[in-house]
Antibody, heavy 113, light 112 residues
Framework: EAQLVETGGDLVQPGGSLRLSCAASGFSVSDTYMNWVRQVPGKGLEWVSIIFRSGGTYYAESVKGRFTIFRDSSKNTVYLQMNSLRSDDTALYYC???????WGQGTLVTVSS | DIVMTQTELSSPVTVGQPASISCRSTQSLEHTDGNTYLSWLHQRPGQPPRLLLYKISKRFSGVPDRFSGTGAGTDFTLKISSVEVEDVGVYYCMQSTQFPYTFGQGTKLEIK
C-alpha cells in the first residue's frame, strides 16, 4: 500500500527558506511522477510543482524561480525547496503520486513576521 | 492557464437521492495523445483529498460504483447515483492535460 508522509512545515518569516520532505513507501518515487499541491486552510487546491520519472520538472508561475522540486531515490523521498517565501505561500502542502492517486496528510507552512 | 469552473449544489441532498456536479473548462481537455485528463477528487473535512475518477470516467481503486463520470471536451459531470452520509465534503475537478494543472473551486455536498 502506498503511503506518503510530508514533513518540514513551520512558521517562517517573509523572505525565509524552508525545505519540505515527502517520504514515500510502498512504491518508488523514481518510477512515477510526483506533485506538490497546496491548500490555504478552508480554501481550494492549487497545484505547485511536478517531477517526472525523467527528472524533468514544471512549476506554477507563482513559485517559479523560488521553489525547486527534487528527489533522492536512495531515501525514496521527494523534496520541495522553498526560498524567498511570501505571506501568500502560507498553506497546507500535500505531496501526491501520479495524478492524485495517493496523498499525504500535508504539512503546514506559515509565512509571517 | 485553463480555468475550471464547477457548479454549486442548490441545496443539501437527502441520503439515497442522486447528486450531480458539473465542471467546465475554458479549453478542451483532450490531449494530443487522445486522452482527456479530467479527474474528480473528494475531500472530507480535515482530510486530504482522495481520487475518485480519472480520465473522465475511470474509477480509482476502491471507489464505489455509485460514482460515475461523463463528458468530453470542455464539459464534464460527476454523478452520485445514491448519496450516502460518507459522501459529505467538497468535490473538485482537476485537469492535468496542460501545465499548469488546475482545479475547480470545489463544490460542497451537504446532507439534509
Amino acid at each position: 500500500e502506498a503511503q506518503l508522509v510530508e514533513t518540514g512545515g513551520d512558521l517562517v518569516q517573509p523572505g525565509g527558506s524552508l525545505r519540505l520532505s515527502c517520504a514515500a513507501s510502498g512504491f518508488s518515487v523514481s518510477d512515477t511522477y510526483m506533485n506538490w499541491v497546496r491548500q490555504v486552510p478552508g480554501k481550494g487546491l492549487e497545484w505547485v510543482s511536478i517531477i517526472f520519472r525523467s527528472g524533468g520538472t514544471y512549476y506554477a508561475e507563482s513559485v517559479k524561480g523560488r521553489f525547486t522540486i527534487f528527489r533522492d531515490s536512495s531515501k525514496n523521498t521527494v523534496y520541495l525547496q522553498m526560498n524567498s517565501l511570501r505571506s501568500d505561500d502560507t498553506a497546507l502542502y500535500y505531496c501526491t503520486r501520479g495524478s492524485g492517486n495517493d496523498w499525504g496528510q500535508g504539512t503546514l507552512v506559515t509565512v509571517s513576521s | 492557464d485553463i480555468v475550471m469552473t464547477q457548479t454549486e449544489l442548490s441545496s443539501p441532498v437527502t441520503v439515497g437521492q442522486p447528486a450531480s456536479i458539473s465542471c467546465r473548462s475554458t479549453q478542451s481537455l483532450e490531449h494530443t495523445d487522445g486522452n482527456t485528463y479530467l479527474s474528480w477528487l473528494h475531500q472530507r473535512p480535515g482530510q486530504p483529498p482522495r481520487l475518485l475518477l480519472y480520465k473522465i470516467s475511470k474509477r480509482f481503486s476502491g471507489v464505489p460504483d455509485r460514482f460515475s463520470g461523463t463528458g468530453a471536451g470542455t464539459d464534464f459531470t460527476l454523478k452520485i447515483s445514491s448519496v450516502e452520509v460518507e459522501d459529505v465534503g467538497v468535490y473538485y475537478c482537476m485537469q492535468s492535460t496542460q501545465f499548469p494543472y488546475t482545479f475547480g473551486q470545489g463544490t460542497k455536498l451537504e446532507i439534509k
